[in-house]
């Protein structure tokens, strides 16, 4: 295994020396790209530094600059070093059209990569695709990345809500059959999505409830689903929200088996906001699409901690942490497959010709005609305080499509770090 890291880390030092010749992809010249220099591209994001959604999410953009500083310090992309520059936006939408104007129109920045939040988010599509930027990987699971035709410029990176919900659906069909399941919600097209997923397998839920993040509160929708008897409830939530559930439940004396999206299920994250009350969450099933953490024997574990140890400050090494550099992995990979002479339409041809290789269980989806991220979900499980995968990967759509188990792909790139052609 020793000698599997060393590969690794020797193949992404290759990816990140990257090639000497152009690479394909760009149209134009490099010479007039906002953000692009001989030596340098600048990529920008919005991020929950503050906020209600702070818990966890903040670890993400160190995470991913971290990666970035690891890749500029082995060379950079074509001789390019990569500056990320991040804008707090609170998870508040008013926020994010402010600051991706200003890394827009004042940081002159290439693209907007991996910027947070399905409420957030939605707000900026038409401003970016007006001003022409590539907008790389968002995260959040919405459908409304996956819109080629409308926003040619917007690619997703999480598996989408739907995809989830059914994955996780098809879970709760196959082991609590005849229990009666409900749902809550975050009040936006995260919760609307996940819901529209569950309800694809098992028709409709016994009863359904929603929150909003400026209100930190859900006593009176546990309340309810109490009443209503509810044996599983599933959750479309943010970590906070996964906290207050689940502690506001236990307050209450409810005890249904929690079912929860992936973007609010790290136990590291959720278990650090419910304190001394975090046994709770044994037991708790979820989903992911990148390696766990505590896979000590994964390469990309392995690399990722040395990275983090090296460029982040050796911060506490969680799955935000992984998300962060997987999606600093992704961009380095469509950096270097787009050429040399870097273009925002060379980078967005790059990421739909796809071909990407990395840490994830299931395929990218990226296509001329899917602007989607990831593809599906394993399964996991809270036992001992640590999230466990069991079960094998499953593969879907957002539509009527087939839960399908998928055999993982391979976890190591190519022996010279470039993906395929």
């Known amino acids: ?57 903040s670890k993400i953009s160190p995470a991913t600059k971290a990666y970035f500083d690891f890749v500029n310090a082995n060379g950079g992309i074509h001789g390019r070093k990569i500056t990320y520059k991040v804008k707090d936006d609170g998870y508040n939408p008013a926020n994010t059209q402010t600051v991706v104007r200003e890394l827009v129109l004042q940081d002159k920045v290439f693209a907007i990569l991996n910027g947070l939040g399905t409420p957030t988010h939605t707000g900026v599509l038409d401003f970016l695709k007006t001003n022409r930027v590539p907008d790389l990987f968002v995260a959040s699971g919405s459908r409304s990345w996956n819109q080629p035709d409308k926003y040619p410029g917007t690619f997703g990176f999480n598996p989408d809500y739907t995809v989830e919900g059914k994955i996780l659906a098809t879970y709760v069909k196959e082991n609590h059959a005849g229990k009666k399941v409900c749902f809550l919600g975050q009040d936006d097209d995260f919760g609307r999505d996940s819901l529209a997923g569950i309800e694809k397998i098992l028709g409709a839920v016994v009863a359904k409830e929603s929150y909003v993040t400026s209100n930190p509160n859900v ?54 906001a419910l304190g001394a009350a975090a046994p709770l969450l044994e037991g708790v099933v979820a989903a992911n699409y990148l390696p766990l953490t505590t896979d000590e024997a994964n390469p990309w ?19 935000n942490i992984v998300y962060g550099m997987s999606v600093a992995y992704l961009f380095v990979q469509a950096l270097q497959s787009a050429g040399k002479d870097l273009t925002r339409d060379g980078i967005i041809q790059a990421v739909q010709k796809n071909g990407f290789q ?57 022996q010279n770090g470039v993906p395929a052609a």
């Open 301 to 319: 574990i392995q690399l990722y901690k040395k990275v983090n140890t090296e460029y982040n400050g050796n911060a506490e090494f969680d799955n």
């Open 1 to 57: 295994m020793k000698r599997t890291a060393t590969a690794l880390l020797a193949a992404v030092v290759l990816l990140a020396a990257g090639c000497s010749d152009d690479g394909g992809g760009g149209t134009g010249s490099s010479a007039d790209v906002p953000g692009v220099t001989d030596s340098e591209v600048v990529v920008g994001t919005h991020m929950p530094m503050t906020g209600p959604a702070a818990a966890g999410y």
């Open 219 to 272: 006593g009176p929708q546990m309340g309810n689903l109490k009443s209503a008897g509810c044996e599983v409830v599933m959750l479309a939530t943010v970590p906070g929200f996964t906290a207050l559930s689940i502690g506001t439940a236990a307050k209450i004396a409810f005890k249904p088996q929690f079912v929860v999206s992936n973007v609010g299920s790290d136990p590291t994250t959720v278990g650090k």
């Open 358 to 414: 990395g840490p994830g269980l299931v395929p990218l989806r990226f296509s001329a005609t899917d602007h989607s991220g990831y593809g599906g979900q394993q399964l996991t499980k809270v036992e001992g305080g640590k999230a466990v995968f069991f079960g094998t990967p499953y593969t879907t759509d957002d539509g009527d499509g087939p839960v399908a188990p998928h055999q993982p792909q391979a976890v190591t790139p190519p």
